[in-house]
């Protein structure tokens, strides 16, 4: 629980910046991005987001690590949130689920096992991500896990096929702002580290709004029956990486979690020799 001194500076924080990107936005939304070959506004680069959104979507305080020897380097740390109004709206046995996962996130959360994020996450996630463009497709592709989605600009009526991790993405351009639609996303997938959840009826509309040469303004609006009691956004800003050289370092994450995936799997000593016996005993009798 965030105690009464920690809520009131937080409430002051929150009111200074929420001042202060009222000013900034209304400056940005007036900028009119480069365009691509085909007139649209130009996206292509690779983009990452700052802040703590990744560890929890809610206003937080910082807490332990579940590494002890980690030390401070391994504590969470806290973070103003990026979900409008601060709270997700979900239902009383949702939010029941939600605090079971954050109790047990370490064993819970799929991206520990390098399962690719779903949307929204992956773009929150703390590592960078590249956008290429075209008229009839845009890709996106997230060093994390090698993931990628594409959307099909040119296809509205275009249904899925079956449900999969990072979703049916269908995108469209109102002025400067690249929408998506996105559906039929597995409901395994988890929104931060602190077991947000959704169901297999969550839709997600996304908002890319250039804001100047190197940010975007990033809305995710999430609507799910099942899961809440009303439909919820996000919003953050993403900045464009500019270091010389700069691309996408692959991150097959896979050999990190052999261990937790198919340790139980490994035979103990005794078993092991036991089988390298019998082995031999087959190999004397042929």
Not at 175 to 187: A, K, M, P, R
Request: aromatic share 12%.
């Amino acid at each position: 629980m965030l105690n009464s001194a920690f809520r009131y500076l937080l409430a002051v924080a929150l009111s200074l910046a929420s001042l202060s990107f009222a000013t900034v936005f209304a400056q940005s939304t007036e900028y009119r991005a480069a365009r691509d070959p085909w007139g649209n506004p130009d996206l292509n680069g690779i983009w990452q987001a700052m802040g703590t959104a990744y560890w929890d979507l809610e206003t937080h305080e910082s807490r332990a690590g579940p590494l002890w020897q980690l030390g401070a380097i391994g504590a969470i740390p806290g973070g103003i949130g990026v979900v409008e109004g601060d709270e997700i709206p979900y239902k009383p046995e949702a939010l029941q689920k939600k605090q079971e996962n954050m109790a047990n996130w370490l064993e819970l959360d799929p991206v520990v096992r390098c399962y690719m994020p779903g949307i929204p996450r992956a773009n929150y996630m703390p590592y960078p991500f590249q956008i290429f463009q075209t008229d009839a497709n845009i890709y996106f592709a997230y060093q994390f896990a090698s993931s990628t989605r594409n959307v099909f600009m040119n296809r509205p009526d275009y249904e899925a096929p079956i449900l999969t991790v990072m979703g049916h993405n269908l995108g469209h351009w109102e002025g400067e702002t690249l929408v998506i639609n996105i559906s039929d996303q597995y409901g395994w997938t988890w929104l931060d580290h602190s077991g947000n959840h959704h169901s297999e009826a969550m839709k997600v509309t996304e908002r890319f709004t250039p804001t100047g040469p190197n940010s975007l303004w990033y809305e995710a609006t999430i609507d799910d029956p099942e899961v809440y009691t009303r439909p919820w956004t996000i919003s953050m800003p993403l900045y464009r990486r500019l270091e010389r050289n700069m691309r996408l370092v692959e991150f097959k994450c896979q050999e990190y979690t052999e261990e937790i995936l198919y340790g139980y799997l490994r035979q103990d000593e005794e078993t092991a020799a036991a089988l390298e016996e019998l082995r031999q005993q087959r190999e004397q009798q042929q």
